[in-house]
């Protein structure tokens, strides 16, 4: 097979539908990633004009520009969208479009996956949107603090589109985390071990484990408070037994790691593009990569900070006043590695580094006055000002849009195969830059002038006025600059210069290869011997295009790919990918008619969608695995290994071991809250416990015991060759009872509408049941399985995948079962 | 040249809000915070920035373990740590120090917050209640007991201390003092919906043979 030949039969196998159909049914990371970028840009530019409605509006005093309801939304909707819509989309898609080219492999773990979050965060963008066309966008802020937001204070559907609009695409951000972190962790090119990976690689794998422990306390808060507001749940009323900070921590909890959610991908760009662009390598690789780890694990401890103000004991907040300090010790490990790299190599003023200039300037100013607000008694003045908002966006947009905008002129060769050609990107550059300092700088000023954040307008005897009107003709220059890049990027577009390949002598892998990229990535993997595989081999690029490394024998169509030991990058499995398909975009739609249904109350389409997901996921596990052993695939240098099912630690075990970490953390975060509540709120103990029952416990745990247990004879006996069935109908009896137990707590619990320990209780005994019937749902799946004759003593990768999910669903019934009858057992 | 900075600095910083144009012992600690922390900011922008521009330099190769070890291990691990630990400490302090602690000569005072207006009762005085004014004698330190009926709100006269939050169901106390008799301003600092641009208060305070007769007359 030649090189052309082998081109034309990859791309025939990889590729897209063409035209606009291609964008509904592809599951391509390259399509998927610019994909998310476009639309994450859009939302950035839709931020941008109600920032611009902002600074229009404080521009002067008195103003009449916007009444203060219409102003509430628009704050509210810039801080939202500019977090959840803009910021870690980009990510998503800027780690989907690079990942399995920097990795030196053709696709990610799970591409269909890929798709469906990108559908779901369409579709719940979209809610928002039309929330803010139609005036009823929410307005209780991007941080939504009850009892502001709660059902007596805001009635309207405003505080219900952003609950239910973000945690519909929250669904996008777990999606990704899940994704990028098997990809990262399996899907490599051999020889690539841990050491060897591209920094942005460890950025990434960071980021998203972050992902899944940091949004799932959004996601349980999100809920809480929705049926607060739906069904009078008290979580958050402190005269029921809630507790208004109870919204806060959660918030935060996810709230602060959201922030170094956002730097890190950004840090992981500096990390790539500064030593190509001071012709050097980057100075303490293995620093870099702990500090960033540092720095994730010190992110979760210091959420309390946003809450100095709240009535926490001093020498509590003393301890989160250090590790708050104490966070900026990774961040300057980063940041001097940065310079030190700039020192040993030779830094040159080419476009991505005007941008990484501006990073500099911009993020050391904002971690400085990061440091001064984390000095508690300074933030008891500083807190709610403008001095916190000149502080986020000095963090924020140096931290993150410039990195970006670097990003963006330096992998822009890549997406396009094009070279710049008109000199835009420079005078761009200086108005952002200028424009952005104009804007922001002197805001800290007035912030210890007295102007708080949020309001709507002020009075000229404030003596704010100067200020303001200079920092909204700032924000108009920035502006005119985002516009200018935008122009460049179109002009981009239609000025047909080629770009050589490779334009900036980078050493990583998304340079081997043609530009714009092949549908497939690499006519063969290549296998990796350092960090800089292209630098050490420049002849590459051709020698993979013509074969020379692994899986160079396209067969039987297959889209196909190989994953590697976790650790030493060896080769492990034998991948076969799923090809197009409209299932992940018909699942994010029948998602959506869930989560619509909620906002508008139409309550009985919730089962019909929730009935339609899960035929839907049925079908999607269904079209995976085969009737027929494989024999072990030959990849090349004389390498072979068995295909992915017929493994024990496949993709989806790895799959549904994050998801699970996720959903542990939003247990973990319920079981706070209860505890919270217990403890903190004001309005306790509650009138009655749960009055505890002997024979309901026994049940439930007895349940969960023996489905642990018989899961594992069934597992073994597929393995031995015996009847499986008996042991999963055994499993199945086993959750049942689970789900019988929970759901005697759900029915016997106090009426949660008087007390917000009923509601917990309701909340506790659902997430069993739930768990119980998804784990009887999953055995029926596998029985199905078996009896279609889809496993077989090698084709067991399916039993362990369930195992996990009946393990889990076990364990935490378990746990809800103490928890719920306990009291009321003590009593 | 020195005077004439300063003079106009200071010119700058004055405002009824203004926390760097202290009226009070607390707001003047963190007023002193403030021009410490920007002083060592502006000092480490200034090296960092030239530490940036100096790479652009032309110059010899470095040895590599050598140079990791002075960017990583002493600018980047042992210069933050050093300066965080100083400041930490200093932070620390301060904040004991604008505690509220038990004294013989503290004035104690509630403040309740309901959307668009704070309610103040006064120890001293059972069943006085004013709204929109709090009243207080100078040169005392003066606890309030803040908390809300409603929302989330925060109490701040910036002034003459940090703020608070006012949170239904808990009780938070806040010491403020004024060092003169004055009218000084404050404002609700927590997002509030509707109204909140507005939501404002003042307090008072006395000298001491005014404070007497407001606590027998409950009228000032």
Redesign the interface.
Known sequence: MNTLHRHRRLTEIWSSETGARGLFSTVNHTDLGRMFLAVSFFFFLVGGVLAMLIRAQLATPHSAFAGPEIYNQIFTMHGTIMMFLFAIPTFEGLAMYLLPKMLGTRDLAFPRLSAYGFWCYVFGGMMLLVSMVLGIAPDGGWFMYPPLTGPIYSPGINTDFWLIGITFVEISAIAAAVEITVSILKYRAPGMSLDKMPIFAWYALVTALMILTGFPPLILGSILLELERAFGLPFFQAEFGGDSLLWQHLFWLFGHPEVYIIFLPAAGVISTILPVMCRTTLLGYAWIVASATGLAFLSFGIWVHHMFTTGIPHMGLAFFSAASTLVAVPTGVQLFAWIGTMWKGRPSLRMPMLHLLGFFFTFVIGGLTGVMVAVVPFDWQAHDTAFITAHLHYVLFGGFVFPILAGLYYWMPHVSGRARFFRLGELAFALVFIGFHVTFLAMHWVGLLGQRRRISTYLPEDGWTTVNLISSIGSFVLAIGIAMVIVDLVLHAFTARRSRRDPWQAGTLEWAMMTPPPAYNFASLPHVDSRQPLADDPELTLRLARGEGYLSEPEQGWRESLTVEVATGKPDFHIIYPTNTRLPILMAAVTGVFFVSLLLKFYWTVPLAVVGVTILAWRWAWSLGRTTDLPPRSIGRGLTLPNATQVSRSPSWWGSALLLTANATFFGSLLFGFAFLWTVAPSWPPPAWLTSSAPELALGVIGAGLGVVSIRRAARANRKGQDARPWLGLTFVAALGVAAAAGGVILRAPTPGDHAYGATLLVLGSYALFHALLAALMIAFLTARVVKGFTSPSRQAEFPVVTLWVDYQAGASTLILVVAHLPGLLA | MVVLTTALALAG????????DPAGPA?R??AQ??WV?LMG?VA??AL??A??A???R??AP?D?TR??R???VK???A???VV?LA??A???A???R??PRQGADVVRVGAEARRSAWAFSYADVAGLRTDHVLHIPAGRPVDVAITST???H?FWA?RL?????A????V??LRIEADAPGVY?G?S?????????DFAFTVVAHDPASWERFIRSGTP
């Open positions: 910083c004055e405002g009824a809000l203004s926390t760097v707001a600690t963190i915070i403030w922390m900011a480490i922008f960092v920035m530490l940036v100096l790479a652009f032309a110059r470095v590599e140079h990791e002075l960017w990583v600018l980047g691990i210069f933050p740590v965080l400041l930490l200093y932070g620390l301060a904040g004991e604008l505690l409603d929302v989330i925060s910036p201390a940090g703020k608070i939050d949170i239904p169901g808990h938070n106390i301003a404002r600092a927590e997002f509030s919906g509707v109204g909140y641009d």
